[in-house]
């Protein structure tokens, strides 16, 4: 599909630079993915760089191969000018400064920053020509954690919270002893600041915070770090490409699959319903035991739920359609979802949203909020946007990208995205230019741009509820989404806009909050925010993702107490092979995994790339061009705990809507979650047994499992006959 000699010469430069490090980093802050691969970027130990957890160190690492812009704040978070983004306006201006293979790469992080890849021998000439931009506010050093693929920005900004029985006056007093300036007071919070400093910058902002925490007057101080991660996917994705080509071409879907009729309850039809194995694994699971591979063959399967089979089958699932009999669908009740884009005018989420009804809210206030771009405006209207759907100017960013992988040749693609193909050379050496480009189209269009909507795959998880019989049903359909945003565009997050969601979420009337995010960097002033929120508001339950990272530890803030810490499983009930589990984890439910036994072992969503904007000149597509259900990606299939949690709040709404009185407690709700969860179906794989071996002490189905995989029909029994 490539001239020859256009090819010829992108591939020499390819080996010419084979030499070469560097970081991409990616959409997906969240736990979408697992990072399991060695780092690439070089860093300088130190040990003068740590921040103060609960009294301890927790230690920093500077990076060498990049460095951080801070753009200067443009009022409104929703412009579309003509100009370009600043990200790439500094791509542009930079470009011709150095001469190198691999020129340096600016990726955005939200709106107001980006991280700037720096080629051996070019970081002094880099800065200088960033510093001369007149949009540039400033340069921040990148950080990192040791062994972690993560990226850690360091702005001049501390959240501090001072005892509550201090005086106005005896808080100016500490602040201008500590050389600190309010930059505003932390909305829905009490007695939480986002400060800086008059004096430190850089790395010196560590040692301000550090410092603060041994202040008296002051609970906590913490670095209100910008985090992302890096993007793995580019060099893990092999895989994932070979089994795409052999999957079967999965559209048009014309026939419906419909939930067996019941006289009681609820019972969504939906032609996806038989593809949604995590509410019942038995419809999929005997059309995959006959070895049903074509489209076709696989609907007219999953027709006959009931078909008889000569062998047992388990049930891998949460018996969600069960539970649907015997419940109202989760009615009356709203579950905040914070996350990424949440395109809330989805066909299958537009039914199911929450309208604010709060005396304070803000102009333009209806369906959420979105905290991604911060601010620090003293009017807290002007704190963010009233929108978490994407804005013209993303939906420029994204789009223009995602056409590039269908109009551009693999030679000119390999050429635009040059240090990316370079990224998968590196790992790939034996790779031709067409497979290249094709590990780049795919992860491009899965993770780059489709998985910016995390937050829509979330909410549809969570409460889709199916239209004219064809979409997806989510596990409590009748169920409220309030949407709040706190990632911008390439996985940015920074922890007082997060603090402050929790706190709207809570404010705005959500009987659950789903957090299907997460860092391994603790932060005590996040622990002590959602501490504060679960004590004010002694219903509300917060879910949360366990993390990816196949650690024996759960993430944060799924670790914090009184958060519900959630698991992944596949459709064998085993655990997900990225799911983290031992310490903390409380219970499990199914997260998929595109490789067992492929595609069909994921979780169907709702998707963000069916917007028309994606499309404009590109032909309906006839093959299969990512994880997608659909032709244009309206559902795409996906794996990780950042889906078992949403199942998880889906349960407790459909617990909750049995108990419209709210007379169940939090620590009964979780209590009956918990007790009803259940071994059965579950497996300990053979790689986990053989861990498991070296630790004796710990049970082994504790251990992988929590108490086990969430039973959506027995917790609604239980609320419903009062235990």
Known sequence: MNDKNSGNRAMKGIASGILLTGCVWSGLGMFSISPQVRAVAQTQESGDLFYIYKGQRIALNQREDAIAVAFKKVAGTRRLGGSPPLYLQLQQDIQGS?????????SPLGENYAVVSLPTGTEKVVQQRIQQQAYVQTILPVLTRSQSQEIIIVPNEIIISFDAKLTESQRQAILQQNNLAIVRPLRFNRSRYLVKSTTAAGTKVLNVANQLNGVKGVT??????????????LKTSAKQVAKLKKSAQFYPLTKE?????SSKGISPKTNLLGLAWHLNSLPLKQCLQQETSAWESLQTCLQKPNVATKTVISRTDMRVTDAWKRSNGGRGVVVAVLDSLIQWDHPDLADNLYTVKAADKCPGEVHGWDFSAGGDSSDPCKIGDADTRVSPEELAVLGAKFQDTFQLTDARLVERYLKEALEV???????SLEEVAEVLRYVFRTDQ????????????????????????AGVAPNAQILPVRVFGLNGSFEPSAYIEAIGYAANRGADIINLSLGSTLPSTEEEEAIADVLKANPKLVIVAAAGNSNSHQVAFPAAYPGVVAVGATNILGNRASYSNYG?????????????TPGLLGGIPATGGTWLNAFWQGIPNPTSRWSSEVDSKGKYWWVQGTSFSSPA?????????????????????????????????????????????RTQPSVKGQQLFFGKGLVNADAAVQAVKQGR
């Open 257 to 261: 699959n419909t939930a067996p009729e």
């Open 220 to 233: 906590s101080a913490s670095p209100n770090f910008i985090q992302s991660v890096t993007d793995q996917k």
């Open 449 to 472: 741009i489709g998985g910016e909507f995390h937050g829509t795959y979330v909410s549809g998880t969570i409460a889709a509820k199916p239209q004219n019989e064809q979409g997806l």
């Open 648 to 692: 998880v709040a889906g349960v407790v709404a459909l617990m909750k809507g049995e108990d419209p009185k709210r007379v169940l407690s939090r620590d009964r709700l979780i209590s009956i979650l918990k007790s009803t969860a259940t071994y059965q179906g579950l497996t300990i794989s053979e790689e986990d047994a053989k861990g498991y």
């Open 425 to 431: 050379k590196l790992e790939n050496p034996e790779y």
């Open 98 to 106: 150095v001469r190198t293979t691999t020129p340096p790469k600016v």
């Open 583 to 595: 310490k903390g984890l409380d219970v499990v439910a199914p997260g998929g995994d595109l490789d």
